[in-house]
């Protein structure tokens, strides 16, 4: 009986699949009605993750940081830069998704400090205006979901779950008090009045009056339930950690739309990058978006979500009842990129867009290697090895499909996960794309160890010819790959890393490319420049 139950759940959940991808095609891509850089440029847009976990600089603030950087980040070809969560933490070393106060940017004595982890306001502002200055655009974290640091204790009602089903209680509603007052004494009501209580929150993990930890649904007059518009994992996914925030409340929904025309308007930011969505109710992320969209000038707002999940199978639902407002991030292209630097040689490359969100939903995906999120000893370590990194580079920057973001990590020195050679490679592929990267797209995935791709060109651009192999002894032949360059017959490309090398094309505009002991190779026609 369990076994049919089993194979029923199955049978329903690829109908399901099979129907959502179905009502798919009358659901408008984002990223074609967003701002992806200035308005009036025909260059290749890209976002560069501008911090790490542990990010810290020894002489200057991090805002300042940013605002030396600004420059050389244009000329790597750049056109918008994802800030962490500037908003003050719960404590001064925090990164900002242990939210305290999302309306102090740096301003106010609170939690220790007037300063974030990241700087001061005056300091985040002026690496803002920097970026702008330099024709890139910036997107803030928004950490929506949840409160950290609260003021004081309260004293209330609520009920213990299982925390692997929070749908089932596991103890009678009964007494319990928690850190849920937030009164923010050092801002004194600027910007926002609004002082945070229980009746404001879901849930919260510590009863301080048992002294135990757990998953608590607070009580309240407003609402006895979780949200219903959330991620069904886990029963209900609506608590994440710390104080929960409900964002069915009328003063919640009403602070939190305020805030985020705010901070459009102080930074001068074009967009946001939503943490966690799904822990958040889907109907006030919605509304959220539409609301700070509608307002002069903020039309083409840019948004991208996080919704951690490899299966795509998940994702799909999020993007249909989102309906064009928000992109994604390709996390089921991360995994592959993972497997594939874990696998070796033994990973079939004409896989690697298999299940990925990219492959799927070309104008939804925002594509990426690694992240804050995926370094070794983070929660959702999964990190790419050097081994395939710069493959993976070359697939999310020198392909026509997706919004590729690259990760501060592999292209700044630091002591978490930085590469020499890795950073190496990826500012030449960056160069790639800003330079010959454009115009159709050709693909030759024929051999398990050994792909390659053409880009055409433009009226303005070259294009380029890209090979990839995850296993450096390949023999000469599988090394290479036989491309058709379109009207480049009779020409000569070279390679980008390495002049020396050549490779003749014949009069009906195919050539054998090679790859190279690094397993990655660009070829650009002999005579341009970057």
Same mark, same amino acid.
């Given at each position: 009986?369990?076994?049919?139950?089993?194979?029923?759940?199955?049978?329903?959940?690829?109908?399901?699949?099979?129907?959502?991808?179905?009502?798919?095609?009358?659901?408008?891509?984002?990223?074609?009605?967003?701002?992806?850089?200035?308005?009036?440029?025909?260059?290749?847009?890209?976002?560069?993750?501008?911090?790490?976990?542990?990010?810290?600089?020894?002489?200057?603030?991090?805002?300042?940081?940013?605002?030396?950087?600004?420059?050389?980040?244009?000329?790597?070809?750049?056109?918008?830069?994802?800030?962490?969560?500037?908003?003050?933490?719960?404590?001064?070393?925090?990164?900002?998704?242990?939210?305290?106060?999302?309306?102090?940017?740096?301003?106010?004595?609170?939690?220790?400090?007037?300063?974030?982890?990241?700087?001061?306001?005056?300091?985040?502002?002026?690496?803002?205006?920097?970026?702008?200055?330099?024709?890139?655009?910036?997107?803030?974290?928004?950490?929506?979901?949840?409160?950290?640091?609260?003021?004081?204790?309260?004293?209330?009602?609520?009920?213990?779950?299982?925390?692997?089903? *929070?749908?089932? $209680?596991?103890? +009678?509603?009964?007494?319990?008090? %928690?850190?849920?007052?937030? &009164?923010?004494? #050092?801002?004194? =009501?600027?910007?926002?009045?609004?002082?945070?209580?229980?009746?404001?929150?879901?849930?919260?993990?510590?009863?301080?009056?048992?002294?135990?930890?757990?998953?608590?649904?607070?009580?309240?007059?407003?609402?006895?339930?979780?949200?219903?518009?959330?991620?069904?994992?886990?029963?209900?996914?609506?608590?994440?950690?710390?104080?929960?925030?409900?964002? *069915?409340?009328? $003063?919640?929904? +009403?602070?939190?739309?305020?805030? %985020?025309?705010?901070?459009? &308007?102080?930074? #001068?930011?074009? =967009?946001?990058?939503?943490?966690?969505?799904?822990?958040?109710?889907?109907?006030?992320?919605?509304?959220?978006?539409?609301?700070?969209?509608?307002?002069?000038?903020?039309?083409?707002?840019?948004?991208?979500?996080?919704?951690?999940?490899?299966?795509?199978?998940?994702?799909?639902?999020?993007?249909?009842?989102?309906?064009?407002?928000?992109?994604?991030?390709?996390?089921?292209?991360?995994? +592959?990129?993972?497997?594939?630097?874990?696998?070796?040689?033994?990973?079939?490359?004409?896989?690697?867009?298999?299940?990925?969100?990219?492959?799927?939903?070309?104008?939804?995906?925002?594509?990426?290697?690694?992240?804050?999120?995926?370094?070794?000893?983070?929660?959702?370590?999964?990190?790419?090895?050097?081994?395939?990194?710069?493959?993976?580079?070359?697939?999310?920057?020198?392909?026509?499909?997706?919004?590729?973001?690259?990760?501060?990590?592999?292209?700044?020195?630091?002591?978490?996960?930085?590469?020499?050679?890795?950073?190496?490679?990826?500012?030449?592929?960056?160069?790639?794309?800003?330079?010959?990267?454009?115009?159709?797209?050709?693909?030759?995935?024929?051999?398990?160890?050994?792909?390659?791709?053409?880009?055409?060109?433009?009226?303005?651009?070259?294009?380029?010819?890209?090979?990839?192999?995850?296993?450096?002894?390949?023999?000469?032949?599988?090394?290479?790959?036989?491309?058709?360059?379109?009207?480049?017959?009779?020409?000569?490309?070279?390679?980008?890393?390495?002049?020396?090398?050549?490779?003749?094309?014949?009069?009906?505009?195919?050539?054998?490319?090679?790859?190279?002991?690094?397993?990655?190779?660009?070829?650009?026609?002999?005579?341009?420049?970057?």
């Amino acid at each position: 009986m369990n076994s049919v139950c089993f194979s029923m759940s199955l049978i329903y959940r690829q109908l399901r699949y099979w129907l959502d991808c179905l009502l798919l095609k009358w659901v408008p891509p984002s990223l074609p009605a967003m701002q992806l850089g200035p308005d009036g440029s025909s260059q290749n847009p890209m976002m560069v993750q501008f911090f790490t976990w542990d990010a810290r600089h020894p002489d200057m603030s991090w805002w300042e940081h940013l605002a030396k950087e600004a420059p050389h980040l244009a000329a790597l070809g750049f056109t918008q830069i994802w800030l962490p969560p500037p908003n003050k933490a719960m404590e001064q070393t925090g990164r900002g998704y242990d939210a305290y106060d999302l309306w102090d940017l740096g301003e106010f004595d609170q939690k220790g400090s007037v300063a974030t982890r990241w700087g001061k306001k005056e300091d985040l502002l002026r690496a803002c205006d920097a970026a702008r200055q330099c024709d890139m655009n910036v997107i803030i974290d928004a950490v929506l979901n949840h409160k950290l640091g609260a003021d004081r204790i309260e004293a209330f009602r609520a009920v213990r779950v299982d925390p692997l089903n *929070r749908l089932r $209680d596991i103890e +009678n509603e009964r007494p319990v008090k %928690g850190w849920t007052a937030f &009164d923010f004494p #050092g801002r004194l =009501g600027k910007y926002s009045s609004m002082r945070w209580n229980f009746n404001h929150f879901t849930g919260l993990d510590w009863d301080e009056l048992a002294q135990t930890n757990g998953v608590f649904r607070i009580s309240s007059e407003r609402h006895k339930g979780w949200s219903r518009w959330v991620d069904t994992e886990n029963g209900n996914y609506d608590y994440l950690l710390g104080i929960d925030i409900d964002h *069915r409340h009328p $003063d919640v929904r +009403n602070d939190l739309f305020s805030w %985020g025309s705010w901070i459009l &308007d102080t930074t #001068g930011a074009c =967009g946001f990058r939503l943490d966690a969505i799904k822990h958040m109710d889907r109907k006030f992320l919605l509304e959220f978006i539409k609301r700070t969209r509608n307002h002069p000038g903020r039309k083409r707002l840019f948004a991208v979500s996080e919704y951690w999940s490899a299966n795509l199978q998940l994702i799909i639902p999020y993007i249909r009842a989102f309906h064009g407002q928000t992109s994604f991030f390709d996390v089921p292209l991360h995994e +592959n990129f993972h497997r594939a630097s874990k696998a070796g040689a033994s990973y079939d490359l004409r896989t690697i867009f298999e299940g990925s969100l990219v492959k799927l939903r070309p104008g939804d995906a925002v594509t990426f290697v690694d992240n804050h999120d995926t370094q070794v000893g983070q929660s959702l370590e999964s990190w790419v090895d050097t081994n395939f990194k710069a493959q993976a580079y070359a697939l999310i920057l020198l392909r026509c499909h997706g919004y590729p973001c690259v990760f501060y990590g592999d292209l700044y020195p630091n002591n978490e996960c930085f590469d020499e050679g890795t950073s190496r490679t990826l500012k030449q592929l960056l160069l790639a794309r800003k330079s010959f990267a454009y115009g159709p797209m050709v693909d030759y995935f024929e051999h398990r160890n050994c792909i390659g791709f053409v880009r055409m060109g433009d009226s303005d651009h070259s294009g380029c010819v890209v090979v990839l192999s995850n296993d450096p002894m390949l023999d000469q032949t599988t090394s290479k790959v036989r491309m058709n360059v379109g009207l480049h017959q009779g020409a000569t490309f070279h390679s980008l890393f390495d002049g020396t090398r050549t490779v003749a094309i014949d009069n009906n505009g195919w050539g054998a490319f090679p790859s190279s002991e690094d397993c990655v190779e660009v070829w650009i026609k002999t005579g341009e420049h970057q």
